[in-house]
Every structure is written in C-alpha cells, then in structure tokens.
C-alpha cells in the first residue's frame, strides 16, 4: 500500500428520480435516493477521521460520527464477569490481548466480529497470529497466547485524508511476555464509503510487516495444515452463508478470493469480501472455515512447511475487505482484479 498524498473526494451521490424516493443510512452519510431521470450529483461528505478512545490505546476510523472499525494497539483486559463465566480449562486462553480487530461495523452500525468468545476465549475479531511460533526448537503460540504476546509499541501513527483514514501501529512479539523476538508493523487503511449502481461499499485495506529480531524464528499452522494467519472471528449471524474461490492453477491472473453473507444484528444482511493480494508469499494461501464457529480465513504459510522470520528484511501480506449491503454490481474476480491492480477508491470515477 503506496501513501497518497493528494487524494480527491468521492462522498455519497443523492440520485432523483420521478416516482417515488427511497432514503437509507449508509456508514457516516444518509442516501437519498428518488426517482426522478437526472444524474447522480455529489452531497456534502463526513470527515474521515482516526481517534483515540476514552479507554488508551484503542483507536477508532470513522467516517464523521459512524465508526468503521476499532483497532486495539493497548493491551486489552477481559470484561467484568466474564472470566467467572468460562469453564475451567479454558480459562488459560482468556488472557489479555493485543493488536486486533474489533469490533469491525457493518454499513448499518452493527457489529461484525466477537471477541471473548466463551468457546474460544482466544478469538479476537480479526487479528494476524500463528499457534506455531517456534524460537528455535521451543514453541509458542501467538494465536491462543501461550508463551508469545503481540505488544504495543509506541503511540501509532494516524492519516486522514478526504478518501481515507489511516493507522501505523508498531507491536513487538514478546516471548514468555519478557523477550522481544520479532519487530512488527500493522497499517489499516479504511476508505470513505462508496455509492457504486446505487449500492454503498465500504473498502478496508491491511498490510502487515514482520521482522524477527532474532535467528531461528519461524511460524506455521496449526499442525503445519489447518488455521493461522489473518484470522477472523466473526459474530453471529442469520442465514450464513460462507463461499471461497481460488482460480486454478495457471491462470493469468489467479483471483483468490471469499465472501461471508449474513444478517447481524437483525439490521438486513451484509456481504463481506476477503481478497488476497498477489504479491503474498505463498500467494494464494488456503481458505479456512469453521461455519459454527463463524469462521473464515486465508491462511499462512503453505501447508506442511514453517516459515523462516527472516532479520534483514520484513515479510510483508496484504488484504483487503469489501463491504456490501447486497451483491455487489460487479464479480468478486472484478474486485479483486481492481485489489491485485493497485486501484484504490481514489482512482475511481
């Protein structure tokens, strides 16, 4: 993901036509849609914004006074009462965390992710973890925070522009909660919502860098094969519906792509797309999902293999969400060929 410096705005178009007005709430901007014949016209836009929360070290992207998506940079503690509530053997997980996504909103408010999950009390929204993180022939695991800790580092570094708002958070893995072992920078980037053939769209942008501090740092999946990587544990929904693809092998391009669609909230349904950048090591990673568990994830590394941290230059990923209240106008391949081509919302008519 390339800074922009001058972006243009895109806000929220209001489209007339001549029999009847439909009005919706989209993200930060009310959508007034009525049947007229003329064409769609710019309306005044909300500023996208980043902010610390009340509690330190949650940060909240917004566009005006609708929130996005809250990244937890701090060290986040289990609420009141829930520990009393988890069985005994899973009261090891329920441990505080950091470096994560949630809650992440869906276009009408409701949220999208869980985090202190009963079952799992490990799950936490969508954040980027392996549960085999070896230094050298010791184990972690960084995704149900055993040994291995993701810690803040520093105050993040925030950008807005008219298209965007952007957060740079530095965490370092801390083994045993003592020892740095790698350095790590996480950059979310969330555009200004979209009207696109009068459907709104939210786009959100993660990129991720590593860097091992140490020698013999290395990260797998569980048991080499199954979850780990950027996991996401989503909340529950009415009428889930999973579905991945990845183009077969030799195709030119190779669109790798997933889509969860679900009512939550009781607030109408909401499809999120998830896109994995070509340029991915190990491009394209295996799709995992767990329905019950709402579940769903591009995994890292290959299967059967542990990824060497390297320490002289950052292993870098890259995703990209997209956000829908209905099926989107184009394919999923189309959204992913404007991801993998480098366009963003600012480049777009």
């Known amino acids: 993901m390339q800074p922009h410096d001058e972006l243009p705005e895109f806000p929220a178009v209001a489209v007339t036509f001549a029999a009847r ?95 202190w999950s009963l079952d799992h009390p490990h799950h936490r929204g969508i954040y980027w973890a392996w549960p085999e993180v070896m230094l050298g022939e010791e184990m972690g695991d960084l995704h149900a925070l055993q040994r291995v800790f993701a810690r803040p580092v520093g105050t993040p570094v925030t950008r807005t522009k008219e298209a965007f ?84 092998e030799g195709s030119d391009p190779r669109p790798a792509w997933a889509s969860l669609t679900g009512d939550f909230a009781n607030k109408g349904s909401q499809i999120l797309g998830i896109f994995q950048h070509p340029a991915n090591l190990d491009y394209p990673g295996d799709w995992v999902q767990y329905p019950e568990l709402n579940w769903l994830q591009p995994t890292f590394p290959r299967a059967g293999t542990r990824f060497p941290l390297p320490t002289d230059k950052p292993l870098i990923l890259r995703y990209r969400f997209s956000n829908y209240a209905s099926h989107p106008h184009s394919t999923w391949d189309a959204e992913w060929n404007r991801y993998a081509n480098g366009s963003s919302d600012a480049d777009l008519p």
Not at 27 to 40: F, H, Q
Not at 197 to 214: G, K, N, S, Y
Not at 216 to 237: D, I, M
């Open 21 to 115: 007005t439909v009005q919706r709430w989209c993200g930060a901007t009310a959508l007034l849609l009525a049947v007229a014949g003329s064409v769609p016209s710019p309306v005044a836009a909300d500023r996208m914004q980043v902010t610390e929360t009340p509690s330190p070290g949650r940060w909240t992207l917004a566009e005006g006074d609708r929130p996005v998506l809250v990244y937890n940079h701090g060290t986040i503690q289990p609420p009141d009462g829930f520990l009393e509530k988890v069985a005994p053997g899973n009261l090891k997980y329920a441990k505080p965390r950091s470096d994560y996504i949630h809650p992440l909103y869906g276009l009408d408010g409701q949220e999208l992710t869980h985090d």
């Open 165 to 248: 708002a952007e957060i740079e958070a530095r965490s370092r893995w801390m083994w045993e909660d003592t020892i740095p072992i790698v350095e790590e920078t996480a950059r979310i980037r969330v555009w200004r919502l979209r009207l696109e053939d009068m459907e709104p769209v939210r786009r959100i942008d993660l990129e991720f860098h590593f860097r091992a501090l140490t020698n013999n740092v290395t990260v797998a999946r569980r048991e080499t094969r199954l979850y780990g990587g950027l996991n996401c544990r989503f909340a529950s929904n009415a009428g889930q519906e999973l579905t991945t693809y990845i183009a077969p």
